[in-house]
């Protein structure tokens, strides 16, 4: 079955970088574009990141421009989400998620992660 | 960016109860909407895509319909499992996604 799990979460500094991880599982990870999606204590949902299949591109939210970074190996079926200069606004719930799509135009994301939590603080 | 606003933000109903959740988009986005459950200190679950589309393994209670930019959710006949945070989400290109802001949906 497909299996997503986030890992590399914690309690950072602000100004400090982490790295989040995402394990894939149960499909053909290399067919699917994946995103990063977080959420805030107490809020709603929002996109931070998405990588095509190939790693070929690779877009982010405004809020995180310049200082995040996504990538992929899919020789490992794993996502990863760099992030540096962190700020306390960035403390929330990071969740991967596999889009379903064509080239140009997705449909829906159909499998979530567990989510892992990212605390900046001092 | 396409912002999606959903109504009412918080509803209370009651077990068997039919409930209607709407969300509202910018611009026209035809019918690239998906809806999405979520408990509390769970990942979203999708119910419903390309605005009416039921996923595989939802209840049936579950319905969705609407094209442009008014969308609506249907729940016909709410069971307990059902209480939850609602959201719609805006899939017109793969950037930028957008969600609405959420329908808190409680027990009365």
């Known amino acids: 079955q497909v299996q997503l799990v986030e890992s590399g979460g914690g309690v950072v500094q602000p100004g400090r970088s982490l790295r989040l991880s995402c394990a894939a599982s149960g499909f053909t990870f290399s067919s699917h574009g994946m995103y990063w999606v977080r959420q805030a204590p107490g809020k709603g949902l929002e996109w931070v990141a998405v990588i095509w299949y190939d790693g070929s591109n690779k877009y982010y939210a405004d809020s995180v421009k310049g200082r995040f970074t996504i990538s992929r190996d899919n020789s490992k079926n794993t996502l990863y989400l760099q992030m540096s200069s962190l700020r306390a606004e960035d403390t929330a719930v990071y969740y991967c998620a596999r889009v379903v799509g064509t080239a140009s135009i997705p449909y829906y994301f159909d499998y979530w992660g567990p989510g892992t939590l990212v605390t900046v603080s001092s | 960016d396409i912002q999606l606003t959903q109504s009412p933000s918080f509803l209370s109903a009651s077990v068997g109860d039919r409930v209607t959740i709407t969300c509202r988009a910018s611009?026209?986005?035809?019918?690239?909407l998906a809806w999405y459950q979520q408990k509390p200190g769970k990942a979203p679950n999708l119910l419903i895509y390309?605005?009416?589309t039921l996923q595989s393994g939802v209840p049936s209670r579950f319905s969705g319909s609407g094209s442009g930019t008014e969308f609506t959710l249907t729940i016909s006949s709410l069971q307990p499992e059902d209480f939850a945070t609602y959201y719609c989400q805006q899939l017109n290109s793969y950037v930028p996604i957008t969600f609405g802001q959420g329908t808190r949906l409680e027990t009365k």
């Open positions: 390309a605005a009416s």
């Open positions: 611009q026209g986005i035809s019918s690239s």
